[in-house]
């Protein structure tokens, strides 16, 4: 199994920049794809982006694609999120997930999840 957990949430103005982290812990990381997710409050969670587990295959949520960038270093047993661009809208609890050598856009299709970390963007 392996565990995870998320950092580099905060606050900040729009148009800030951030960059959260998904460290793990135990298992292989380098045969998990990895995910990242939101939830704003009274919403549910929605996906925001993949990335497979070799790190050749990204993919993101038509709400993020051009300001977030997913990327991962096995070296580290880390993914990133870059958060560019940020609106009001982006305000959420930010979750990692992963699931041994696949990925996918869907929260169930993932066994292992985070804590989360927030992140608030005022306007």
């Known amino acids: 199994q392996v565990q995870l957990e998320e950092s580099g949430g905060g606050w900040v103005k729009a148009g800030d920049s951030l960059r959260l982290s998904c460290a793990a812990s135990?298992?292989?990381?380098?045969?998990?794809?990895v995910a990242w997710f939101r939830q704003a409050p009274g919403k549910e969670r929605e996906f925001g982006a993949a990335i497979s587990w070799s790190g050749g295959s990204t993919s993101y949520a038509d709400s993020v694609k051009g300001r977030f960038t997913i990327s991962r270093d096995n070296f580290k047993k880390t993914v990133y999120l870059q958060l560019n661009s940020l609106k009001p809208e982006d305000t959420a609890v930010y979750y990692c997930?992963?699931?041994?050598?696949?990925?996918?856009?869907?929260?169930?299709?993932?066994?292992?999840w985070g804590q989360g970390t927030q992140v608030t963007v005022s306007s």
């Open positions: 997930a992963a699931k041994a050598y696949a990925s996918g856009t869907q929260a169930a299709y993932y066994p292992y």
């Open positions: 135990g298992g292989t990381f380098s045969v998990y794809g």
